[in-house]
């Protein structure tokens, strides 16, 4: 697989090292670098162009603010790339127009715009599916029944915090790495906006926090906090309309972390709750409380 990485700004440096270093140095085959202090509207996109583009498969552009991203069309183009990856952690960082026109320019092409880039997961598209074996969603393994032994990170956050956090969990109990693992999180820290975005209702930071949460809760096989749904008091969205899913900003991301059961009430997922709280306050009925004990989740997200 051959790559091409277009970055801007600090996050943008981040996130390249780190795909660089850790797993895919041997695949990149370009590496352009563009100003972080651009306008966001251009007239000509043209003179930022890279000149000698080589050709590719897959091509992900991170940081790059506003007009600017017009450039990976035409890169796409010179290049024969066939599937692009663009992260947004910035809820101003492409607007829903400027998305949308660079959705046509890429018809041709597959193209996706996880948010943040720590969701994404395999699509079916077979060069986004083998970057997001290494970089995407956190996975990890963890070794040790009382104390954590070792962790084995499968996929990384692409900004590297998996690593980070994973070296940090080490001998420490089992019962402690959930909610340590969330501190650790805003040690390193996460470069994603702490604006919140209008569609989901949270920030990308916020998201990217579940995420490793996430991955810590599977690889344990447990969670030790998260919001629950009292199941006599829940109308089964009766005069509610689900409520509760329509607000949780990971089903508005895409994840079932609420659901409906067999019964038609509404159940939330232990593994990928946030607890951001957000949906306990919309319940009509006040169904829904964050409890603090040892559940057991599936391990398979
Ligand atoms: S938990 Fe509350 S908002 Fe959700 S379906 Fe039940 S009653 Fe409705
Ligand atoms: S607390 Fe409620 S709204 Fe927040 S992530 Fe958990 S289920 Fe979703």
Not at 149 to 169: F, L, Q
Not at 180 to 200: Q, R, V, W
Not at 234 to 250: F, H, R
């Amino acid at each position: 697989m051959r790559i091409i990485l277009l970055s801007s700004g600090e996050y943008g440096s981040r996130i390249i090292n780190n795909i660089a270093t850790h797993g895919f140095a041997e695949h990149i085959v370009g590496m352009y670098e563009f100003p972080d202090d651009l306008p966001e509207f251009l007239d000509d996109v043209d003179e930022y162009i890279p000149k000698n583009l080589p050709e590719a498969d897959l091509l992900v552009s991170t940081g790059l603010f506003g007009d600017i991203n017009l450039v990976i069309p035409e890169i796409v183009k010179k290049t024969g790339v066939k599937s692009v990856i663009i992260p947004i952690h910035d809820p101003k960082q492409i607007p829903a127009g400027l998305q949308s026109e660079i959705e046509v320019m890429l018809k041709d092409t597959t193209s996706i715009f996880p948010k943040p880039f720590c969701s994404l997961v395999a699509s079916g598209d077979p060069y986004i599916d083998k970057f997001s074996a290494k970089f995407g969603k956190p996975k990890m393994e963890i070794e040790g029944d009382t104390i954590i032994k070792n962790v084995n990170v499968i996929t990384d956050a692409p900004c590297g915090c998996t690593n980070y956090i994973a070296e940090k969990i080490v001998g420490m109990p089992v019962e402690d790495a959930e909610l340590e693992s969330g501190n650790k999180f805003h040690n390193y820290p996460c470069l994603a906006s702490m604006s919140t975005d209008p569609i989901i209702g949270d920030t990308y930071m916020h998201l990217a926090g579940y995420k490793i949460k996430e991955a810590v809760k599977r690889a344990l096989g447990f969670a030790v906090k998260t919001a629950k749904i009292d199941k006599e008091t829940c109308s089964g969205g009766d005069d509610c309309d689900y409520l509760c899913m329509e607000v949780c900003p990971n089903v508005k991301a895409g994840d079932q972390t609420i659901f409906i059961d067999d019964n038609e009430k509404a159940e939330i997922d232990p593994a990928s709750c946030g607890v951001c709280e957000i949906c306990i306050k919309e319940c009509p009925n006040g169904s829904i409380e964050v409890i603090e004990e040892n559940l057991p989740i599936n391990k398979d997200s």
